[in-house]
């Protein structure tokens, strides 16, 4: 981090995410998923029958990014969409026999991503750093509420 002040921690956070992104694009064209597809894939499999705004909640995107993502799954066979018993408005998203078959391919991809990551760290400070990242991913998420409704922070 030379050059950075100290507090600048979201250019390595930034670095790292790009660069997973990038790692899994490419290894993903394997199994049919495009550039980010993998992200709302995993989430459809954890959350069978979740709603389309709970899933862009979920992965901290706006609703009409979710949408698109999720069509390119569903031309793809990844995924399907079912009208909700109770309300037929209502439409349910849910992983196909395809989509299950990769799941297990995404997280072995995500499990061994995160053992490079953690790589040289003892036990203790990954436990450290998992809990200081989820107060960074808490602050960040409470700005996105906060913008997402439509308000400006103040810089």
Not at 23 to 28: D, K, L, P, T
Not at 58 to 67: F, G
Not at 107 to 118: F, G, K, P, T
Request: aromatic letters at 6%; hydrophobic letters at 35%; proline letters at 3%.
């Amino acid at each position: 981090m030379e050059g950075e002040s100290l507090g600048d921690i979201l250019r390595p956070i930034g670095i790292i995410a790009r660069s997973l992104d990038s790692i899994s694009n490419i290894e993903f064209k394997e199994v049919d998923l495009t550039r980010g597809q993998y992200l709302y894939l995993v989430r459809i499999c954890e959350n069978p029958g979740i709603i389309l705004e709970q899933l862009a909640n979920l992965i901290k995107v706006d609703k009409t990014t979710a949408a698109r993502a999720v069509q390119k799954l569903e031309r793809n066979g990844m995924i399907e969409r079912r009208s909700d018993v109770t309300n037929k408005k209502i439409r349910l998203i849910f992983p196909t026999n395809k989509g299950k078959n990769v799941y297990p391919f995404i997280i072995r991809e995500n499990e061994y991503s995160n053992s490079i990551a953690l790589k040289g760290l003892s036990e203790s400070e990954q436990k450290q750093l998992g809990e200081l990242l989820q107060k960074v991913e808490s602050n960040i998420a409470g700005d996105w509420e906060y913008v997402k409704a439509g308000h400006k922070r103040n810089y």
